[in-house]
Every structure is written in structure tokens, then in C-alpha cells.
């Protein structure tokens, strides 16, 4: 059974950085693509980054490129998000989910999720 568990979120204020984990299990981590997505209250959940098997290939959605950075160790079964210069508008509840295939970027293409992890930005 895969799981994946997030930790790391938190309050911080507008220009600050947190860092989130992703912890899996259940699974062969390095043949999984892992991906970032937030969630703000009352809207769709939406891409945030993604990373490919071994690390080699990352994309961003455009609000958070040159901010965000995802990576990932596959020694250690966990994938990070590396958030800088936060901004109100990035509070969301924020979910990690893996995939076999790299690069997608719809939530209904991942079947497997965390339970996500929340962070609110102040202004």
C-alpha cells in the first residue's frame, strides 16, 4: 500500500521560506515520477512542480518558477519542496503525489496522494 506523508508546513510570513517533506513507502520510490500541488481554500487544486525518477528533470508551474524548488533522494524515500519569497497568495494546503510517468500535471493523472500539509503565508 503506498503511502505518502507530508510534514514541514506552517505559518510564515510574506518574503519567508519554508521547506516540505514527502515521505513515501509502499512503493518502488525511483520508479515514480513526484509532483507538488497546492490547494487554496474554495478552488480547484492546482500543479506546483514536478520531478522526474532520479532527478534529473523538474518543470514549475509559472507562479512559482525562480521560487520553488523540488528535489528529491531517493535514499531516503522522500521528496522536498524547497519554497523561498513567499507570498499571501501561495497559503494552500499543498499535497505531494506520485506517478509513473513525468510531467503531468492534472491531479485526476496521479493516483497516489498524501494527505498534504498546510501553510499560510502572512501578509
Known amino acids: 500500500q503506498v503511502q505518502l506523508v507530508e510534514s514541514g508546513g506552517g505559518l510564515v510570513q510574506a518574503g519567508g521560506s519554508l521547506r516540505l517533506s514527502c515521505a513515501a513507502s509502499g512503493l518502488t520510490f525511483s520508479s515514480y515520477a513526484m509532483a507538488w500541488f497546492r490547494q487554496a481554500s474554495g478552488k480547484e487544486r492546482e500543479f506546483v512542480a514536478a520531478i522526474s525518477w532520479r532527478g534529473g528533470n523538474t518543470n514549475y508551474a509559472d507562479s512559482v518558477k525562480g521560487r520553488f524548488t523540488i528535489d528529491r533522494d531517493n535514499a531516503k524515500n522522500t521528496v522536498y519542496l524547497q519554497m523561498s519569497s513567499l507570498k499571501p497568495e501561495d497559503t494552500a494546503v499543498y499535497y505531494c503525489?506520485?506517478?509513473?510517468?513525468?510531467?503531468?500535471?492534472?491531479?485526476?493523472?496521479?493516483?497516489?496522494w498524501g494527505q498534504g500539509t498546510q501553510d499560510t503565508v502572512s501578509s
Open positions: 503525489a506520485a506517478a509513473r510517468a513525468y510531467g503531468l500535471k492534472r491531479p485526476s493523472e496521479y493516483a497516489n
